[in-house]
């Protein structure tokens, strides 16, 4: 009798219909924007400037929302089956795993270790995992907290694996969870005891390493000594190794920290990644890897196997899949979203929606990668003799023997199923070489193959010339979700996320851009208000019931795909106030910054954003201000939002104390540009708050000054257009 699961499927793929009236209501959208374009067309000779720049904007929205449909109309969903690809697959593929952070101050080592130590304890053989974890701020502090967490790994991995935890970060697990004797084993309150306080003193340690490191700068933490995190050699250090690659010892663990020098470009993230690429190639060069991020842990013990089940899945079917892709979800969220941060109706698109098409874009975080295809390949393998050549590897590659001889080898398809310890200790010093700060000069890195340089949106970028080739990608959403990480809190933090976000393919290659006319419309009101004309139709025309049913349609419909989800209504609202924030500040930021750059002003330049962990409560809930109070600093990325808010406060106060000056005929400012006014200002509460603010919780006073000489020039200039 055959084996009853050689047939079962490794993934089913489930199409999901989009309600049948919420299409209904697509269509009625776009038939009423084609209908106030059309009307607006008819009617621009009679209503001047306002009516052609709200036309224009509108044109934009229009093609927008077209553009969005036919990609939200063919959404679909994949289930994957880890319990069938156990049976069925005799040998799993070899798994490398890469953890970048870059700054020990804004990314504590406590962050990183936590995320490395739910890693290193996946569901997955772990004679065929190695962790590699890149410090691009070369802290002995963070090589040391890897160290002493390498020690706890060693009873936290087999506590894990022999209770079936289902949440191995430690930080979280013992947040959550309490001891209940009621139904917990006497031997398990006893280990459970036992690695809690283990889990303090490696805590401790890591928050007293700033002290004891320094005067332990010997042996393995020599390289460190009078080290410049800008101006050093490679430092590469096998933490741990799974000796006679044990299936339940601990995977390797390795640091590195890659050369860089004053004048020489270090590509930021993209070129990290590339370093881990090729040092892991040469240490264990396994088929597949799994890029995290230092604040990104492993919420799913079962994550690699989730994605081992798309990846090999796909390929049975004769799919071209390029990456498998888990969606970013954050823990300890604020209460009802305040700072925007699920983009519920983003993931919708881009994530569901977008695999109906070709797959989900690349979102840097979180994602499982084939090597050959990070290495340029194409899905129909053509061009992989032409590629063999030992003068085109070299051009494109590097000069590394050793590393030739690798990629020589993923290409062929000569996949490394284990992870030996040879392979790790005999290629260190090839892998200095492939590390250093000029090893990817003139060649085809970070342009032709691995990740691309040239962006601070490395992931938009490389997953769009993946795509390019004609590769496809699956996204991977298990239960419980794959990877949890701690999103921003407030103030410029959440803002510069969205900063580097805001791009992605067609759809999302014009996300950025969507903030011109945004912000046109938002300051349309405001103008109208101060010169007395008018960019909508008056109450008592019948066209005015186009821009108000679309206003209705558009937001009653997003409050509905939120309480769809099982969000609130202050969430659905939190997220669309973010939307208008966002529009006028970190995307408008964006688009200034990619501007300045092809003007050849400005490089592009990578923020890392800072990182911590919220307390809990015995509930597990944060106990950070669930108001979600927006703090405040000096950051230029506030001058614009706060401009506009003065804006529309001034218009509002010009046209209650009848300020305003005489209308041309019947043109004037009506009830909708200020009911319009007033829904800005609603959106912008709080910096409203923030005006009247202290502290973090207000506005800088340089600030405001600067958002009002903005506003005063702006009222000049409009007075001086309404005399013309």
């Not at 044109?59 to 319990?83: E, N």
């Not at 004769?318 to 888990?326: G, T």
Request: hydrophobic share 40%.
């Amino acid at each position: 009798m055959g084996n009853p699961t050689a047939d079962q499927p490794l993934y089913e793929e489930i199409p999901l219909k989009r309600v049948t009236l919420r299409r209904v209501l697509d269509i009625i959208v776009v038939f009423l924007q084609l209908s106030l374009l059309v009307y607006r067309f008819f009617n621009l000779n009679s209503h001047g400037f306002t009516w052609l720049l709200a036309f224009l904007c509108e044109l934009w929205f229009t093609l927008d929302w077209i553009l969005t449909l036919c990609i939200i109309w063919t959404p679909i969903d994949y289930k994957t089956h880890p319990d069938h690809l156990i049976k069925q697959v005799a040998e799993l593929p070899a798994v490398d795993i890469f953890v970048t952070t870059a700054d020990p101050v804004i990314e504590p080592p406590i962050i990183t270790v936590n995320t490395v130590l739910s890693l290193l304890a996946v569901d997955y053989p772990t004679d065929k995992l190695a962790c590699y974890v890149s410090d691009d701020g070369c802290s002995p502090v963070t090589f040391y907290s890897l160290v002493e967490a390498s020690k706890f790994a060693q009873i936290w991995v087999p506590f894990c694996k022999k209770y079936n935890v289902q949440l191995r970060a430690p930080f979280r697990y013992f947040s959550v969870k309490s001891i209940s004797s009621t139904y917990e084993s006497l031997e398990f309150q006893q280990e459970w005891r036992k690695m809690k306080d283990e889990y303090e003193k490696l805590c401790q340690k890591v928050e007293e390493a700033h002290k004891l490191v320094p005067s332990n700068l010997s042996a393995d933490y020599a390289a460190f000594k009078d080290i410049e995190c800008k101006n050093h050699p490679s430092i590469i250090k096998v933490i741990w190794e799974n000796k006679k690659a044990f299936p339940d010892g601990i995977p390797h663990l390795i640091y590195i920290s890659r050369e860089k020098r004053p004048n020489t470009s270090h590509h930021y993230k993209a070129g990290a990644m590339n370093v881990l690429t090729r040092v892991s190639g040469l240490m264990t060069n396994a088929p597949y890897m799994l890029n995290v991020d230092c604040d990104m842990y492993a919420n799913n013990p079962k994550i690699v196997l989730h994605a081992m089940c798309l990846m090999l899945g796909l390929k049975q079917n004769e799919s071209n899949c390029a990456f498998v892709q888990f969606p970013q979800m954050f823990y300890d969220e604020l209460k009802d979203d305040p700072f925007g941060n699920k983009m519920v109706l983003t993931y919708e698109i881009i994530g569901r929606g977008m695999g109906g098409i070709q797959g989900p874009v690349y979102a840097g975080t979180g994602c499982l990668h084939n090597r050959q295809v990070i290495y340029g390949l194409s899905p129909c393998n053509r061009d992989i003799k032409e590629k063999l050549r030992n003068e085109v590897l070299e051009q494109q590659f590097g000069y590394s023997e050793e590393f030739i001889k690798s990629v020589t080898e993923t290409l062929c398809g000569l996949e490394n199923t284990t992870i030996s310890q040879d392979s790790v200790w005999g290629s260190t010093k090839a892998a200095y070489k492939v590390s250093s700060s000029c090893y990817d000069h003139n060649t085809g890195w970070g342009n032709q193959v691995g990740w691309i340089y040239g962006s601070a949106t490395e992931d938009v970028v490389t997953g769009m010339r993946i795509h390019a080739k004609g590769w496809i990608s699956a996204l991977c959403v298990p239960d419980p979700p794959a990877f949890m990480g701690c999103s921003a809190s407030g103030g410029p933090e959440f803002m510069i996320q969205r900063k580097r976000q805001s791009s992605a393919y067609t759809w999302n290659l014009i996300w950025a851009l969507r903030c011109i006319p945004a912000l046109c419309y938002a300051v349309l009101p405001a103008y109208c208000l101060i010169t007395n004309t008018s960019f909508l139709p008056k109450v008592n025309e019948a066209a005015a019931m186009v821009p108000i049913v679309l206003f209705l349609i558009q937001y009653i419909g997003t409050l509905v795909s939120y309480l769809r989800v099982g969000l609130s209504v202050r969430a659905w609202w939190n997220n669309t106030r973010m939307s208008k924030i966002n529009a006028a500040s970190s995307q408008l930021f964006a688009v200034l910054s990619v501007i300045l750059k092809l003007l050849g002003l400005s490089e592009t330049v990578f923020e890392v954003t800072q990182k911590g962990q919220f307390t809990s409560n015995d509930e597990g809930n944060s106990t950070e201000a669930d108001a979600g109070v927006i703090t405040f600093n000096d950051s230029p990325i506030f001058v614009s939002p706060t401009t506009l808010l003065l804006l529309q406060l001034t218009a509002l106060v010009l046209a209650f104390l009848g300020l305003q000056p005489p209308a041309h005929g019947s043109h004037g400012a009506g009830l909708l540009e200020i009911m319009c006014s007033m829904w800005v200002v609603l959106c912008f509460w709080p910096f409203l708050k923030g005006l009247f603010g202290k502290g973090k919780q207000g506005i800088p006073f340089l600030t405001v000054c600067k958002a009002a000489g903005l506003s005063l020039i702006f009222l000049h200039l409009s007075k001086r257009a309404s005399m013309v």
